[in-house]
């Protein structure tokens, strides 16, 4: 069975038989949970699937928008002053770890993004497959946060050319869950199935030998597509689960002018938070 198909309270049952409290997010470091990962590292999709399924009431919801998209801009704003393109990995990953420090559930998403730009335009659909060649970790990188079903502040800072960085909006917070269709045009690329041919393996298995999670994935995390702009489209395809190596403290993936992603959070991040998220806010980043 798929791990994204086990219900709420067999997720709950199975946590707490192994002594990994559930209570607050971000338990996937409880030493607990560490202990059952070093044994089998697909436990973290059962925290993912737990995060996608558990109930949440309309004033979390409300405070967590509120926070996301704050957080989102904030790091975002610090990601374009980096100057570092492709980022997705790393970047989702601190935010992640940001958002648990600020008690709001998300996990992070590997998988595939395909951009469709308007006919007029003739811009070539561009791919960010993720079964490719060459050296990546992930074809592309976002968080699930409820009530957004995804967050990207990663996805303007990708290498596009000039035409196409015109159709790509800064950030995408979106709520949409109208599931769309996946192909294995947007998971695996062209050279990719060429060599799976080569290697006796016939079309209709491409997909599932490219991404092993999909269909299962689907039934927590929701294939999307999102406006971008000028009349352009996003498609996000989940893949798989991920999350960052050690604590939000020991993170060095990332230098801010000089600062660990910690540092960074404690010292232009946090204060911003504290100070916006009070009351209501008046403004939203969301992509709806």
Same mark, same amino acid.
């Given at each position: #069975? ?6 709420? !309270? ?26 059952? !990962? ?23 919801l ?21 100057g ?12 992640s ?26 811009v070539e ?55 769309? !269709? ?38 927590a ?27 939000? !403290?020991?993170?060095?993936? #990332? ?10 959070y ?16 008046p ?6």
């Amino acid at each position: #069975m798929s791990p994204f198909a086990a219900s709420l !309270e067999e997720l709950q049952e199975g946590f707490r038989y192994f002594g990994v409290p559930t209570d607050a997010p971000g338990f996937c470091d409880h030493p607990a949970f560490l202990e059952l !990962e070093q044994r089998n590292p697909e436990i973290l999709n059962l925290y993912a699937a737990f995060v996608a399924k558990r109930h949440y009431t309309q004033e979390y919801l409300d405070r967590a928008v509120a926070v996301i998209s704050r957080a989102s801009g904030l790091l975002h704003r610090e990601l374009v002053r980096h100057g570092r393109l492709g980022a997705c990995v790393d970047i989702s990953g601190i935010l992640s770890r940001l958002l648990d420090r600020e008690q709001i559930w998300n996990c992070g998403i590997k998988g595939s993004l395909t951009i469709t730009f308007p006919l007029e335009s003739g811009v070539e659909p561009r791919y960010f497959w993720s079964c490719d060649h060459g050296q990546f970790t992930a074809g592309h990188a976002w968080l699930f946060a409820p009530p957004f079903t995804v967050v990207d502040i990663s996805v303007r800072q990708q290498p596009y050319d000039v035409q196409e960085a015109s159709y790509i909006p800064d950030t995408v917070l979106s709520t949409d869950t109208h599931p769309v !269709e996946v192909s294995v045009e947007d998971i695996v690329s062209p050279s990719a199935r060429a060599e799976m041919l080569q290697q006796g393996i016939p079309p209709q298995h491409h997909l599932e030998a490219g991404a092993r999670y999909i269909p299962g994935i689907f039934q927590a995390f929701t294939p999307i597509v999102v406006s971008g702009l000028n009349g352009a489209s996003l498609k996000y395809s989940p893949v798989a689960v991920h999350a960052s190596d050690g604590t939000f !403290e020991e993170m060095r993936n #990332m230098d801010f002018d000089g600062l660990s992603p910690w540092e960074l959070y404690v010292q232009r991040i946090q204060p911003h938070l504290r100070a916006a998220c009070t009351g209501r806010l008046p403004w939203t980043l969301a992509i709806v």
